[in-house]
């Protein structure tokens, strides 16, 4: 979509900058995308290209596509949905050929498990949130003795290596929770293969064997997704230890119609939910996963889920400074304005991220040699 606005008797009104303002266009087109009809045209052209910038356009787009609403609005908006809802659908095809051609180079690890994450398992599992969602890679889970056989497969089947540094390729083989990314050399398209989810040198310590033994094998492929509770964890783990903040708000948002979907549709959902986090390790991320999703997007949480998460709670201080910072960088800013506070909350954050993945020894030898590779730069 242009910058420009979209033309109408009220083009010369203008519009808030308040971030209470602008979350209250997003919370509206994400809650009741069939009100967006009510809104003034430069409140529509607004919400369309926060929703945009948020990565959210193309979710719009298909549920004003399931309430047939779309050619409801004025022109351009119908063409604008219809060229994300497009986009999105490409990106699907995209990522389920790739999985297609991933099944066939590994069909000689027959009995390797291999366990989809993130947007392609949502694709897989046909998960509310899926629906315009689109994807960038592939995210795939398989117990670390089984690397070197996936990777060499890989290889041999025209997947290429990422050129790095020694330093680099040391920090991914030694510290991190995957291996270096593999593009295809004619589909360009990436593959990240996780021995876990977080990094060996984080504080936190999930047992992969505990989410490859509960994970779901999909009926007619050769894939696994996470267990419902799993996929939960998963998601609200990323997002707060390893998630970029520019697209947090999807992520948030794919947490919360995960916790919508599966309390309503997986018999015990909420029973195991905080005792598998306790037994993952994860207590932490879910408690500020449900807390945000609920606060901030109104997903249906137990009072008696809450009320058990509050046993890992941060100290005051931290939590109180986590409710003004995560509304901050969650939310994006006025596409044509910029906001020195919301670049500081998201160095915060992305300070707190790294000071949670690795010892401080470990985390100034790190980042020590990003800053001189940035000086030499």
């Excluded at 295809?184 to 060996?200: A, G, P, Q, Y």
């Excluded at 033994?213 to 267990?227: K, M, T």
């Excluded at 119609?257 to 997986?266: A, K, M, P, S, Y």
């Amino acid at each position: 979509m242009s910058e420009r606005a979209l033309p109408g008797r009220s083009a010369k009104r203008a519009v808030s900058n308040r971030s209470d303002d602008l979350r209250r266009l997003l919370r509206r087109a994400l809650n009741d995308p069939g009100s967006l009809r009510e809104l003034e045209p430069r409140q529509l052209d607004l919400t369309l290209r926060l929703m945009r910038r948020a990565q959210l356009l193309g979710r719009l787009a298909s549920q004003l596509q399931r309430l047939e609403l779309i050619e409801a609005f004025p022109h351009p908006v119908p063409d604008i949905l219809l060229s994300a809802l497009a986009a999105a659908e490409t990106r699907a095809r995209v990522a389920r050929w790739e999985l297609d051609r991933l099944a066939w180079a590994l069909q000689d690890a027959p009995d390797t498990p291999l366990v989809l994450l993130k947007g392609c398992a949502y694709m897989l599992a046909r998960t509310p949130n899926a629906a315009g969602r689109t994807f960038g890679d592939v995210d795939l889970l398989v117990a670390e003795s089984a690397l070197p056989t996936i990777e060499s497969l890989l290889i041999d089947h025209g997947w290429l290596g990422t050129e790095l540094s020694a330093y680099d390729e040391h920090y991914y083989r030694h510290w991190a929770h995957e291996l270096p990314p593999l593009t295809h050399r004619e589909r360009e398209v990436e593959v990240d293969l996780h021995h876990n989810i977080l990094m060996r040198t984080a504080r936190l310590k999930p047992s992969a064997a505990l989410l490859l033994g509960d994970a779901r094998r999909h009926p007619g492929s050769r894939f696994s997704v996470l267990s419902p509770v799993d996929m939960c964890l998963h998601a609200m783990t990323h997002l707060l230890y390893s998630g970029e903040m520019e697209s947090g708000l999807r992520e948030l948002v794919d947490i919360a119609e995960l916790l919508r979907h599966c309390g309503d549709n997986e018999p015990g959902f909420w029973a195991a939910f905080w005792p598998r986090a306790e037994r993952l390790d994860l207590a932490r991320p879910a408690y500020y996963g449900l807390r945000y999703a609920r606060r901030l997007l109104g997903a249906p949480v137990p009072d008696s889920v809450l009320a058990a998460s509050a046993s890992a709670a941060p100290p005051a201080p931290i939590g109180s400074l986590m409710d003004r910072l995560i509304p901050t960088v969650l939310f994006p800013v006025h596409p044509d304005r910029s906001s020195t506070r919301t670049e500081a909350a998201r160095l915060l954050m992305f300070v707190r991220q790294h000071w949670l993945r690795m010892p401080p020894l470990l985390l100034a030898r790190h980042l020590g040699y990003k800053a001189w590779l940035r000086l030499r730069a």
